[in-house]
């Protein structure tokens, strides 16, 4: 039986970090060992062609809604409208206690975030055209209101005039 490799060697043989080598291994592009070394056929197949390698790792990253939503150019509560409807799933999710309570931090995978550009490019279209469409209902309503405030000024000045008191008006009627 061939003898794995250790971390450093892979380490230095692919240029990784120890999170890019665990992530690697968590998603399958390397194997490991049951005596936890690595597998060096899929080292050297990873180390033949490492470009392609690498974009299959790039892929595989994992990105928090914050990071995500900074991948795409959203804020994060668009982002998570989005993801809800295309329907995506996390590939992790973890616990963690911070600032006294705990919190639930969902993990994408980049190359799904990355996916989601048309997504997000539809919704900023359908927003855009609900804004026009707003505009233009809301520039209707300010026409009739405008003519509504218009009549009611006439009959204002109206009613006014009709109960102006003359130059003869005795001192109620001025008073009124």
């Known amino acids: ?20 080598i665990e992530l690697a291994v968590t998603t399958g592009l390397l194997r490991r060992l049951p005596d936890r070394t690595f597998d060096p056929v899929s ?18 990253r994992r990105c928090t809604i914050t990071e995500a939503s900074a991948r795409l150019g959203v804020s994060a509560d668009r982002f998570k409208r989005i993801i809800a409807v295309a329907g995506l799933a996390p590939v992790a999710t973890e616990e963690i206690r911070k600032y006294g309570r705990t919190l639930t931090v969902r993990y994408y995978r980049a190359a799904d ?5 048309d997504h997000v490019h539809a919704d900023a279209e359908l927003r855009a055209a609900a804004r026009a469409v707003s505009r233009s209902e809301a520039a209707r309503k300010a026409v009739q209101t405008r003519k509504l405030n218009l009549a009611r000024a006439v009959a204002a000045r109206a009613e006014i005039e009709a109960t102006k008191p003359t130059l003869d008006a005795d001192g109620v009627r001025v008073l009124l």
């Open 1 to 20: 039986m061939a003898r794995g490799l250790g971390r450093n060697a892979v380490r230095q043989s692919l240029g990784l970090s120890v999170w890019e």
């Open 43 to 60: 080292v050297r197949a990873a180390e033949a062609d490492i470009e392609h390698f690498r974009q299959l790792l790039a892929a595989e």
């Open 113 to 117: 975030v990355d996916a989601l550009a």
